[in-house]
């Protein structure tokens, strides 16, 4: 018993200290602040997605830095980003080729952990919200039958992963989002349901940062 109440007494002072240095490491790291920008080659994934249905766009916004250790840090970022897709259909419902444009606002949550000193990798959740929606192409999506923000979910929530180069001022990197949230709301035909566009977000982003303080 004796024993038990030692080794608790240890941990307890060893898990105290460790509190204590890292909130001292929080306190007295240099926050960083900077912008970010950059090229989106975004897609969605469905059961069989096809790679030539890439769509190239941007993304732009703002980032905090907090150090908890001299390896790790907290990034997160606020920004603009372009998704979607350019999608083939054929079935009962919709037939013809769709491009849909998806303007978010993304929220990324990192962990970021530096492997050498311009070396460093990141990963973790984030959410989005959508705040506007363009659709064109032929046959069903030409026009005759209409798509607006309301005919998609208006949050997406994915995991982020990616690899980065830090420099002094400057950095470069690139990330990996895939969604795990249908970008389609359901819709219903004579008591059918069915969604269109009926797939997740799948997004490669490469961009440059840039420090301001």
């Given at each position: 018993?004796?024993?038990s109440?030692k080794?608790?007494?240890a941990?307890?002072?060893?898990?105290?200290?460790g509190?204590?240095r890292t909130?001292?490491?929080?306190?007295?790291?240099d926050?960083q602040?900077g912008v970010?920008?950059?090229?989106?080659?975004?897609?969605?994934?469905t059961?069989?997605?096809d790679?030539n249905?890439?769509l190239?766009?941007?993304?732009?916004?703002?980032?905090?830095?907090?150090?908890i250790?001299?390896?790790?840090?907290?990034q997160a970022?606020?920004?603009?980003s372009r998704?979607?897709s350019?999608l083939v259909y054929?079935?009962?419902?919709?037939?013809g080729?769709?491009?849909?444009?998806?303007?978010?606002?993304?929220v990324?949550?990192?962990?970021?952990g530096?492997?050498?000193k311009n070396?460093s990798?990141?990963?973790?959740?984030y959410?989005?919200y959508l705040?506007d929606?363009?659709?064109?192409g032929?046959g069903t999506?030409d026009?005759?039958?209409s798509?607006?923000n309301?005919?998609?979910?208006k949050?997406d929530?994915?995991?982020s992963?990616g690899?980065?180069?830090?420099?002094?001022?400057?950095?470069f990197?690139?990330?990996y989002?895939?969604?795990?949230t249908?970008?389609g709301?359901e819709?219903?035909i004579a008591?059918v349901e069915?969604t269109v566009?009926d797939?997740?977000?799948?997004?490669?982003?490469?961009y440059m940062t840039?420090?301001l303080n």
């Amino acid at each position: 018993m004796k024993n038990s109440i030692k080794t608790v007494a240890a941990l307890a002072l060893l898990i105290g200290l460790g509190s204590t240095r890292t909130h001292a490491q929080v306190n007295t790291g240099d926050a960083q602040f900077g912008v970010k920008g950059g090229v989106n080659f975004s897609n969605m994934y469905t059961e069989d997605v096809d790679d030539n249905n890439v769509l190239t766009s941007f993304n732009a916004g703002v980032y905090a830095l907090l150090p908890i250790t001299d390896f790790a840090a907290i990034q997160a970022e606020v920004l603009y980003s372009r998704k979607g897709s350019e999608l083939v259909y054929d079935n009962a419902f919709a037939s013809g080729t769709a491009k849909f444009k998806l303007n978010y606002i993304e929220v990324p949550i990192l962990v970021k952990g530096n492997i050498t000193k311009n070396l460093s990798v990141h990963a973790g959740p984030y959410v989005a919200y959508l705040i506007d929606a363009e659709v064109s192409g032929e046959g069903t999506f030409d026009g005759s039958q209409s798509y607006d923000n309301d005919d998609f979910k208006k949050f997406d929530a994915g995991l982020s992963a990616g690899i980065g180069l830090d420099f002094d001022r400057v950095g470069f990197g690139a990330r990996y989002n895939y969604g795990l949230t249908t970008v389609g709301k359901e819709r219903s035909i004579a008591g059918v349901e069915y969604t269109v566009p009926d797939g997740k977000n799948s997004n490669v982003s490469v961009y440059m940062t840039l420090k301001l303080n």
